[in-house]
């Protein structure tokens, strides 16, 4: 029998299975095969931190196949994600097969590989390892972190905070950083201040503008000009002078390459560069590792992307040498190989940068195997990893001094030119948050100019000039700017908070818990927010204090390293943590009310330009504003309730022109399509911005008809898109590919509760960072295996061939038969019941499904919902209706003298570790 090999994704274990060849059976587990499951008790700190494990349906059919595939093997490698979730995914798949008694007899190994290719399977095969126990160790430190914070702090919000939603070891210290930031700039005020500039002529005619440095023999500091009657004093000294070269100093510096990508320096360059956020980035990165197509044969392109690691391997290094000295020559290659250190805090080494596979798959031939996103991040992380083994660039700067005859007078010019490009010939980091905002057209800022196009004319000291127009100009400070995805990772990783696999959940988690949201870019925090944060900050400093949370980070790098004892380190935190807890039992939500509203006060009631008072109640006229907390969150309220009943809700989602765009006043023009040469128009409707073709017309009967339109999903900014996505929107659905197990088209589209793919009749909804309009055949085959989870196909039914299926709904699992459906017995699992036992509970104990979009017999159609995630909650048979009512639950009939069976769940597997 075949060794076996698990894998964490059915791609992987496809391409990794054509390297091994019949020796080996590969398989997957689909990621983590089980985990705590969530509700309070899962984590004990009375039992010294022993916990309860919890595999759903998915992980254990995938652990089951994995078991069947044992029989008769020697030997089980576990080859999930080279870090510490992976090494934590093997360590469950091999204690739950343990439980099952199918590792008698076997030898378990545990192998790693950075990339995946043919040599570095077969290198991994034949240097196998145990499992690293102080890795698994950490990880079950920091998931035991994460659930005692979540589920000890999240009930204290929800009692003490209605409205809240949760709070997280790690989020919760980020979010503190966007809300700090947004209160920074509210306190902002901006100081004028006035710089002046003269244009000069060389003796030879050549132009160059020089900046007022020394006025009246004095060093001019940034508002030593504060006002325009200075200014123009100023400007006046420089009017009434003659002017020549007091001093010139020249010399040739070096800009060296930047080390290759690690996780959060490929989330920034991405975000700056190419406008892709984390989720995005890093799902197109794990498609770029797990392979892609090309002439017949699957090919990883880059190393594993979740490292913080600057190092490359040796072979790589010595393999983009050669591609550097033969494309570009040798004056492009340094002597020696260039060796780099992380500068992170917290850092660790164990993983390569993020590389291509092999230099030779230049981004312009692997390009047309790429969809585009693929395509520019593989461009932009190949670029980066040969530039860091080219030459530095050389660069020759100026300093010009220009002085009156007094010297009392002094103006300054600089300069620069590259003498020698070096790596800049193949990669470029010069380019900023601020320059990228402006390209993006966010207001108030602006590109800085390019240093290396600004060149001085030839000049020699004591060299008369020829002084032409001076101008003053009014400048005024600027606020610190938003944290945008690629600032954010950064500040965090300066930090030392949380690690590179980390940033893009945490980010999106702020976002679906509507805490913050991201405008042009940026970062904004909600009220719920800024709420949040300021009762945290007030009752529980120290737990989101990013110090505090720095040095927990640096105890749990002391635990994979084997340094310290996990349950010791818990011992500690928990200590003292639930110290924290039961000191707020007494806390009235009077006091949370008055903290909160001295703190938030200035945010909510900002100061008037006219000196009234901002907290004056406009209904009564004698009352107070302030916060009030109701049942269903903050509100701003009168203190003279109940004889005055005014409130004002906190802003809410779409207030303060969050996703307005300008689409208040009308349809925004993109362009025209080229098939039809309709217009194609961006619009704001009561379910949200959308694209439409044209203005509609009549059909042949003189009907009016419909334009065709398509939604935008939530990802999409409205103000960034173009013509040709437009067109994609409404173009959908779009076919993918063909299953390899049907034959039938995959399909991708938006539905009702968004963007999904479907096979048949088997659909899926598209998780965050997936898009819709440029999905791959990888991505689609996992999710596909998600959706195939909850549903199994049992067979036809003997009476009239329809087929009976099983699958997993929202109570549990159920047996349905067209529309006749029956939840299944206690203890039945969707594996393990057959068709004969199907159909004969459908027969005893089936119920007829209600129509979709229409009232039962007794009450009214409930609106559908309007999150996609109610989509997941069971597989819809048929596509989703646009924007149909549901049909509602009849009324309660009145209780009967026999209660009802409860609605069973399926059993769940538990074990304890």
Not at 249 to 278: C, D, I, N, Y
């Amino acid at each position: 029998m075949p060794d076996v090999v698990v894998v964490e994704s059915p791609a992987k274990a496809k391409t990794i299975n054509k390297y091994l060849g019949r020796d080996f059976t590969v398989l997957a587990s689909f990621g983590h095969v089980r985990d705590l499951p969530p509700k309070d008790g899962s984590v004990r700190p009375e039992e010294d931190f022993a916990m309860d494990w919890e595999s759903e349906d998915r992980g254990e059919r995938q652990v089951n196949e994995i078991a069947r595939a044992l029989k008769g093997a020697r030997r089980l490698f576990l080859a999930t994600d080279p870090d510490r979730e992976g090494e934590a995914i093997s360590w469950h798949v091999r204690e739950m097969l343990a439980r099952k008694g199918a590792l008698k007899g076997l030898e378990v190994r545990r192998i790693t590989f950075n990339e995946i290719t043919k040599r570095a399977i077969q290198q991994a095969i034949a240097h196998p390892r145990d499992l690293d126990a102080p890795l698994i160790d950490a990880y079950m430190a920091r998931r035991a972190l994460d659930y005692l914070v979540g589920f000890t702090l999240s009930p204290v919000l929800w009692r003490k905070l209605p409205g809240s939603r949760s709070a997280g070891r790690v989020q919760s210290v980020a979010l503190r950083l966007i809300c700090e930031r947004e209160a920074e700039i509210e306190a902002f005020k901006a100081r004028e201040y006035w710089t002046v500039e003269g244009r000069f002529q060389t003796p030879q005619g050549a132009p160059f503008t020089a900046r007022l440095t020394h006025l009246n023999g004095k060093k001019l500091d940034q508002f030593d000009l504060p006002n325009e009657a200075a200014a123009m004093r100023a400007k006046a000294a420089v009017e009434a002078g003659e002017f020549s070269v007091l001093s010139l100093e020249k010399r040739r510096v070096k800009r060296h390459p930047p080390p290759p990508f690690t996780t959060s320096t490929l989330q920034m360059e991405a975000s700056r560069k190419l406008g892709m956020g984390a989720q995005v980035t890093m799902r197109t990165a794990q498609q770029l590792y797990e392979g892609v197509e090309i002439g017949g044969e699957t090919v990883g392109l880059i190393t594993y992307m979740r490292t913080d690691g600057v190092q490359m391997a040796r072979e790589a290094i010595a393999a983009i040498r050669d591609h550097v000295q033969g494309e570009f020559g040798r004056d492009y290659l340094p002597g020696a190989p260039r060796e780099y250190q992380s500068k992170a805090k917290n850092a660790q080494e164990a993983h390569e940068a993020i590389r291509p596979t092999d230099v030779r798959n230049t981004p312009e031939r692997v390009a047309r195997y790429l969809d585009e996103r693929q395509r520019r991040l593989y461009e932009l992380i190949w670029k980066r990893a040969v530039a860091s083994q080219m030459q530095s660039a050389e660069l020759d700067q100026t300093t010009v001094e220009i002085a009156d005859q007094s010297k009392q007078t002094i103006l300054r010019a600089t300069g620069s030119v590259i003498a020698f490009d070096g790596f800049l010939k193949l990669y470029r980091e010069d380019e900023d948050d601020r320059a990228a905002d402006a390209r993006a057209g966010i207001t108030g800022v602006a590109p800085s100019e390019d240093e290396e196009s600004r060149t001085l004319p030839p000049m020699r000291e004591r060299d008369p000039l020829k002084r032409g127009e001076v101008t003053a100009s009014q400048h005024f400070t600027q606020p610190p700017p938003r944290y945008s995805e690629a600032s954010l990772v950064k500040k965090l990783e300066e930090l030392g908070i949380g690690r590179p696999s980390t940033y893009a959940s945490i980010l999106q988690t702020l976002q679906d818990r509507d805490y913050v949201k991201l405008e042009k870019r940026r970062f904004i925090p909600e009220d719920r927010g800024r709420l949040v944060t300021s009762f945290l900050v007030k009752f529980f400093e120290r737990y989101v204090d990013t110090g505090f949370t720095a040095a927990l980070e640096e105890q749990l790098d002391e635990i994979s390293d084997g340094k310290v004892d996990w349950r010791a380190v818990m011992r500690q935190f928990w200590e003292a943590f639930k110290r924290a807890v039961d000191a707020t039992k007494d806390l009235k939500i009077s006091d949370v009310i008055d903290a909160l509203d001295e703190e938030l006060g200035p945010h909510f009631f900002p100061e008037r330009g006219d000196g009234t008072d901002p907290r004056a109640c406009p209904a009564c006229g004698n009352g107070r504003l302030g916060l009030r907390l109701g049942r269903t969150g903050a509100f701003i309220g009168c203190s003279n309730y109940p004889d005055c009943r005014y409130t004002r809700p906190l802003i809410a989602p779409g207030a303060e022109g969050e996703g307005t765009t300008g689409l208040t006043e009308g349809p925004r023009e993109l362009g025209r399509d080229p098939a039809t040469g309709e217009m194609v128009t961006v619009r704001r409707g009561p379910y949200g911005v959308y694209v439409q073709l044209g203005e509609g017309g009549t059909d042949d009967r003189g009907k009016p008809t419909k334009p065709r339109r398509a939604s935008l999903t939530r990802d999409m900014d409205p103000d960034t898109l173009d013509l040709e996505r437009a067109l994609k929107l409404l173009s959908l659905p779009r076919i993918i590919g063909r299953d390899p197990e049907s034959g039938e088209e995959i399909q991708a589209g938006l539905g009702r509760f968004g963007p999904y793919i479907k096979v048949g009749s088997v659909f899926q909804s598209l998780e965050p960072g997936d898009d819709v309009l440029s999905l791959g055949m990888n991505r689609a085959m996992e999710l596909l295996a998600k959706a195939r989870a909850k549903v199994r196909v049992l067979g036809p039914h003997p009476k009239d061939g329809v087929t009976v299926e099983v699958k997993k709904g929202r109570f549990g699992p159920y047996a349905q038969h067209g529309k006749m459906v029956a939840n299944l017995p206690r203890n039945a699992t969707m594996e393990e019941i057959t068709l004969e036992e199907a159909v004969t509970l459908l027969a005893e104990k089936g119920k007829e499904l209600a129509p979709k979009g229409k009232a039962g017999a007794k009450g009214k159609a409930k609106p559908a919902p309007k999150r996609a995630a109610a989509a997941a909650e069971a597989i819809p048979t048929a596509p989703p209706a646009p924007r149909k009512a549901a049909a509602a639950k009849p009324k309660a009939k009145p209780a009967a003298k026999k209660a009802a069976p409860a609605v069973k769940k399926p059993a769940v597997k538990k074990s304890k570790g």
